[in-house]
């Protein structure tokens, strides 16, 4: 079973200031899907950025982007000039390509701006 | 166009009564995903269809969880003699033809089972 680990629970940054949030992922597919997922306190989970395993060049959005290293199972998500309505729990989720299974989240990470 | 939306967006049931929840997918999805997230955790995958077919089911966490989607839009999410481990928020996530395309997200029913 695929499973995906957030080890930081709580981060926090300052204003403008730049934060990694941390994510590993163990599986037995070569092709699958990671995303990083914002849940700000009104729950709604909003997609922040996707990466497919086959592509190599790591995904970028505005100033959201990731480091993907498929060997290590790591897929970090690097949020630049943090902004107040950064604050959140991101989730990191995986899944397997071609089949009809749902995402396998992580436990989250807890984002605060300082301001 | 209008996101995924949920109803109740809260609901308190006591424990042994019969609970129904809502999910209006975005239009013309095709895929339909319910998951389960406890206080403090991440989704939890529930159950998945296809249309109107329930293509994946292994996530319901027993035979009390019940989901249909008779007419390949709206589905129920049923559960039946709620007891306190129930009590989470239900995510409804759509996609568009495959479920490898990106999932959209409603804000999801809060049950609390007292």
């Known amino acids: 079973a695929q499973t995906v680990t957030q080890s930081q629970p709580e981060m926090s940054v300052q204003e403008a200031e730049t934060v990694t949030l941390s994510c590993t992922y163990d599986t037995s597919e070569s092709d699958y899907y990671l995303f990083w997922y914002k849940q700000p306190p009104s729950r709604q989970m909003i997609l922040v950025i996707r990466q497919e395993a086959y592509k190599q060049q790591n995904a970028t959005e505005n100033r959201f982007s990731v480091n993907f290293q498929k060997a290590a199972k790591s897929f970090s998500l690097k949020i630049s000039d943090s902004q107040l309505g950064d604050a959140a729990m991101y989730f990191c989720a995986y899944r397997a390509g071609g089949g009809a299974d749902g995402l396998t989240f992580g436990k989250g990470t807890h984002l605060i701006i300082q301001p | 166009g209008a996101g995924v939306s949920q109803s109740p967006r809260y609901k308190v049931a006591k424990r042994g009564q019969d609970v129904a929840l809502r999910c209006d997918p975005i239009s013309g999805h095709v895929s339909l995903f319910w998951y389960q997230q406890a206080l403090g955790q991440g989704p939890e995958f529930l159950t998945y269809?296809?249309?109107?077919?329930?293509?994946?089911k292994s996530g319901l966490p027993s035979d009390r969880f019940f989901a249909e989607r008779p007419e390949g839009s709206v589905s129920t999410l049923k559960i039946q003699r709620t007891q306190q481990e129930d009590s989470a928020v239900y995510l409804c996530?759509?996609?568009?033809?495959?479920?490898?395309?990106?999932?959209?997200f409603g804000p999801g029913t809060r049950l609390t089972v007292l």
């Open positions: 269809f296809q249309n109107e077919a329930q293509l994946d």
């Open positions: 996530a759509s996609s568009t033809r495959v479920p490898t395309d990106t999932q959209y």
